[in-house]
């Protein structure tokens, strides 16, 4: 299984940017896809996630409202569009993915992901 991340860069404070996640992989079945992320000197964090299969979108409370997942299900691909970025938002952004559906209380625990992508970096700043 591969995951390639694409579309992080540097951006102003307030601006825009979207991240994509392509998987792919011989018989690999998408459980759930989401998207982690980690800044220096701290622990990687939950983002967002989709269940492929039905049964809805998550989103770590610090970017409800700015952040919005998408995915195009024919091409495995998973997209992260983030307005409204801040410095805190700075990171590096990385997909994960996992053949099973996982319940909520370990959604949002990255040791739940049997894959990773080698992230992206997103810079936010002036």
């Known amino acids: 299984v591969q995951l390639q991340a694409s579309g992080g860069g540097l951006v102003l404070p307030g601006g825009s940017l979207r991240l994509s996640c392509a998987a792919s992989g011989r018989n690999f079945r998408i459980g759930v896809l989401g998207w982690f992320r980690q800044a220096p000197g701290k622990e990687r964090e939950f983002v967002a996630a989709r269940r492929w299969s039905g049964g809805g979108d998550h989103y770590a409370n610090s970017v409800k409202g700015r952040f919005t997942i998408s995915s195009d299900n024919v091409k495995n691909t998973l997209f992260l569009q983030m307005n409204s970025l801040s410095p805190e938002d700075t990171a590096i952004y990385y997909c994960?993915?996992?053949?099973?559906?996982?319940?909520?209380?370990?959604?949002?625990?990255?040791?739940?992901?049997?894959?990773w992508g080698q992230g992206t970096q997103v810079t936010v700043s002036s």
């Open positions: 994960a993915a996992t053949p099973r559906r996982l319940i909520l209380s370990t959604i949002w625990q990255p040791p739940a992901y049997d894959y």
